[in-house]
């Protein structure tokens, strides 16, 4: 079956460290992006990429890292610049070349970390 | 920058009756794409409907219904025959072409369904 697979779905952290969330899709979409959700805040856009090899800072950049080696595979780094880590991380993808903003974009079903 | 505000925090209605969940939002595109998708507990996030800017007509997918209007810049949800499992929190969302299709959420409406 087609989808967006993201692992783990609980991550523990210890505070100074970093931390790789990985998400990975078989749709063969050309753009993936992550989002945070915190309570009460909707979900904030931190990286997207629209192809291989490249990828662009969303609102919330900062203290995170990702890269983009595969069409598949959009990782995302928390590293131990991020001041607040602990929430909710969502995956998405959705086609981008050739097609029109309707097309639906695919979710994740995230992973919940949090920093002990 | 295009924003997304959804003014209700919770929403509650009965089962078989319907709500109305709003969304407005601020652009200075004359072209955009506009979504609402579902969140159960569960945290998946699912698509309920789609609306294209330019499209007069507005969209319905079964019980699920919008009222956009483009003027107002005003994009309600519309949930009629309620049932159980329409309970979620419902995020309004608009799409940023500039930004690879990325989608630029509001903050959420938590709807209850009550027997």
């Known amino acids: 079956d087609g989808g967006i697979t993201q692992s783990p779905k609980y991550l523990f952290r210890k505070e100074g460290q970093n931390v790789t969330l990985s998400c990975e899709q078989n749709?063969?979409?050309?753009?993936m992006y992550w989002y945070r959700q915190d309570p009460g805040q909707g979900l904030r856009l931190i990286y997207y990429?629209?192809?291989?090899?490249?990828?662009q800072k969303g609102d919330i950049a900062e203290g995170y890292s990702v890269s983009r080696e595969k069409k598949e595979s959009f990782p995302l780094t928390v590293t131990s610049a991020q001041k607040n880590p602990t929430a909710f991380y969502l995956c998405?993808?959705?086609?981008?070349?050739?097609?029109?903003?309707?097309?639906?974009?695919?979710f994740g079903q995230g992973t919940r970390l949090t920093v002990v | 920058a295009q924003t997304v505000t959804q003014s209700q925090p919770e929403m509650s209605v009965q089962e078989a009756e319907t709500v109305t969940l709003s969304c407005t939002y601020d652009?200075?595109?004359?072209?955009?794409?506009l979504f609402w998708y579902k969140q159960p507990p569960s945290r998946q996030m699912i698509l309920v409907i789609r609306?294209?800017?330019?499209?007069?007509q507005n969209a319905t997918e079964n019980r699920f219904s919008v009222n956009f209007q483009k003027a107002a810049k005003s994009f309600s949800l519309k949930i009629s025959d309620s049932q159980l499992g329409d309970a979620a929190m419902y995020f309004c969302a608009y799409r940023i072409i500039l930004r690879g299709y990325a989608l630029n959420f509001g903050k959420g409406t938590s709807l209850l369904v009550t027997p």
């Open positions: 749709l063969n979409h050309d753009a």
């Open positions: 652009t200075s595109e004359s072209d955009y794409y």
């Open positions: 990429s629209q192809i291989v090899n490249d990828f």
């Open positions: 609306q294209e800017a330019y499209k007069q």
């Open positions: 998405a993808s959705s086609p981008f070349r050739g097609t029109g903003g309707t097309e639906e974009a695919f």
